[in-house]
């Protein structure tokens, strides 16, 4: 074995342990975890390495006013739950996250609740029998005026900041504040601008008009004498919101080109801004979004629609390499809404895979709980199809978000969110390992017999599930394996409650002479089973049984207790050497203790009762297994029966 073999062999290997820990050996002068984890204890030192515990940094909106709202209406996610009502519920955002939240709710409500709901304000106008006529043309208006207040502090910030009239126009006019955009020139005496502007977002005729006239300036080398925010002006009246094409030449009649968003310092909302109030396409929202696309593909827009928290340049908790190629949630809801029927369903799934992936909604791979909410809705409402959305990708969010709640210890939702798994078998395994690994949180010590009502009542989990837990965590962290029994009992795990009974708490009980407990514990048994139940029974509970109720009548000397007496004494001479023959090795200390002090009061009464002259087989008091020094009077005992019968 080599040195860097032998190193990994008795190095110290990193483990998980209760609770979630990350338990791992580190250098002293180690950096301590940061990110997605942070240290959850004190760390040991030592000469040369420190043993560290660290756990998952659950992101502080885990559990938001949405996330409830979404669970708590049924124990699945409902179809009827509506996008809107969600959004109502971050009423009042205050954080950057919060925000952008909010405004994914309030997209997805204008593109895919029910009209009256989405756009409930501009259905109440109009009559029943034509909104469904009318539906592409409302939502389109819904969008606009949910854009325009999106978009509008960075607008009024722009317009403010700006350096001429026409330069705070444009910045006017990404916000679509045609007005303004107009007050601004006429403060800029720029008349003949002002009144044209005022016109937008015009007609197809009036921007074929438009557009010949700049191509009539550019003919004639006039556009070199125009500045780029006037230039970017006209070619928004001609339904240009891309690029301004230049004029090559003579330098003085040379003019370059530019895309009007990166010139002016646009951010992507306001580029499709404009596109959605000014461009030839916009009087279809489908058209606007299709437009922003491909000049986005075709390298014509160089203002790449990344998250807002790339763009804002948030503290991020990990290290995206793929950072610049993340799009922002908000331009995935509306290139989903834009899809059309014949879209390839390959080309839909790669758009709902980088729409609901984490890593570009939340900015964290292990921050899966907005990307989940969407996936889950919009797979209920049946926006998209098992085809475009995999039961697998569901389930990957589903167990993502899961861990996420149980890192913040919310048992409740993350259990919850593992009953929208698609698999039965997967679904129970995984929540059963969920309550095993949290069941401290089943646990009440004031009241050790009720279980978390929510979970059996309202979820519908089987109690034995949650018994079964509690087991566990009765044996592993409360040492108490007389509760481990009845827990295990109420699962219905009989014969691991056997096992433990005859293994472990038998044996203690024995030693300790604690039969109280152990009267109580078997009881449960003969109350809780049927006869037959366990298929051991004879050489395990029923020998504890037995010695308990030999205890019982040791010193009564009735009739009736002689006889029952008798009759015990008969079945654990022949089931305590059965006890222990053939498990060579596999028999701890305590266990085998206790049954050298069961079949030493055996030996002591069926001597004291005289039966070895009455005819017993003396082969079975011989393999008595006796405990420790109580072999030899055993040997004592038999050697002068035997000559006894000798000289008789």
Aim: glycine share 6%; with cysteine.
């Amino acid at each position: 074995m080599d040195e860097p073999e032998r190193g990994y062999h008795i190095s110290f290997k990193p483990r998980w342990a209760a609770g979630g820990t990350l338990v791992y050996s580190a250098a002293g002068n180690a950096p301590a975890p940061s990110g997605n984890m942070v240290s959850s204890k004190k760390p040991l030192s030592s000469e040369h390495k420190d043993v560290r515990f660290a756990r998952f940094n659950s992101p502080k909106d885990t559990v938001t006013t949405s996330l409830q709202l979404q669970l708590q209406q049924s124990p699945i996610t409902s179809a009827e739950t509506s996008f809107a009502a969600i959004a109502e519920s971050l009423a009042h955002p205050e954080t950057p996250d919060a925000q952008h939240e909010r405004a994914v709710w309030r997209l997805a409500s204008i593109l895919f609740d029910p009209i009256e709901i989405g756009c409930v304000d501009l259905t109440k106008n109009i009559p029943t029998a034509r909104v469904a006529e009318l539906e592409s043309r409302i939502r389109r208006d819904a969008l606009s005026n949910f854009w325009t207040e999106l978009v509008h502090t960075e607008a009024a910030q722009h317009a403010k900041d700006a350096s001429s009239s026409e330069e705070k126009a444009i910045a006017f006019l990404s916000g679509n504040s045609i007005e303004d955009a107009c007050s601004a020139l006429l403060e800029g005496r720029d008349f003949r601008l002002a009144t044209i502007v005022a016109q937008l977002p015009g007609n197809t005729k009036s921007k074929e008009m438009m557009a010949k006239q700049i191509e009539s300036w550019r003919s004639q080398n006039m556009i070199s004498e125009m500045t780029e925010p006037v230039r970017a002006l006209y070619e928004l009246l001609a339904g240009n919101t891309c690029i301004s094409e230049g004029k090559l030449g003579a330098s003085e009649d040379k003019a370059p080109a530019f895309g009007i968003s990166s010139r002016f310092g646009l951010d992507w909302r306001r580029s499709f801004g404009l596109r959605l109030w000014f461009s030839k396409a916009n009087e279809s929202l489908a058209d606007a979004v299709q437009l922003y696309v491909d000049d986005i593909a075709a390298g014509k827009e160089t203002v790449r629609p990344v998250p807002y928290f790339t763009e804002q340049s948030l503290a991020a908790s990990w290290n995206d390499t793929n950072a610049q190629g993340n799009e922002d949630t908000l331009l995935g809801l509306l290139k989903l809404y834009s899809r059309q029927l014949s879209s390839n369903t390959g080309d839909v799934r790669s758009l709902v895979t980088g729409l609901l992936s984490p890593a570009s909604v939340s900015g964290s791979p292990l921050n899966a709980r907005l990307s989940w909410q969407l996936a889950t809705l919009l797979r209920k409402k049946g926006i998209l199809t098992t085809a475009e959305l995999s039961n697998a990708s569901l389930d990957e969010l589903s167990l993502t978000l899961s861990s996420q709640l149980e890192a913040a210890d919310e048992l409740v939702f993350a259990t919850n969110v593992l009953l929208h798994l698609t698999n039965e078998s997967v679904r129970e395994r995984h929540i059963r390992d969920l309550l095993c690994r949290r069941a401290s949180a089943l646990y009440d010590a004031g009241n050790p017999d009720a279980l978390p009502t929510v979970l059996t009542q309202d979820f519908g989990l089987p109690e034995q599930w949650l018994w079964h837990a509690r087991a566990l965590y009765a044996r592993s962290m409360l040492d108490d394996h007389n509760a481990e029994v009845t827990y295990l009992l109420r699962a219905g795990d009989s014969t691991q409650a056997h096992t433990v009974l005859c293994r472990t708490v038998g044996p203690t009980a024995i030693i300790e002479r604690d039969y109280d407990s152990l009267r109580e514990l078997l009881g449960l048994f003969y109350d809780m089973l049927p006869a037959g139940a366990i298929e051991n029974w004879r050489t395990g509970g029923q020998v504890y049984f037995d010695y308990i109720h030999l205890l019982d009548l040791v010193n009564r000397d009735d009739d009736a207790s002689r006889a029952s007496r008798k009759e015990l004494l008969d079945r654990l001479t022949q089931a305590l050497p059965g006890i222990l023959e053939g498990r060579v090795g596999k028999v701890d200390l305590e266990e085998r203790v206790a049954v050298g002090e069961m079949a030493g009061l055996v030996k002591a009464e069926v001597e004291k009762m005289g039966r070895e002259e009455r005819g017993v087989d003396r082969n079975l008091i011989a393999r008595l297994p006796v405990a420790g020094g109580k072999y030899a009077k055993q040997g004592v005992d038999f050697s002068r029966a035997y000559y006894r019968g000798i000289v008789a």
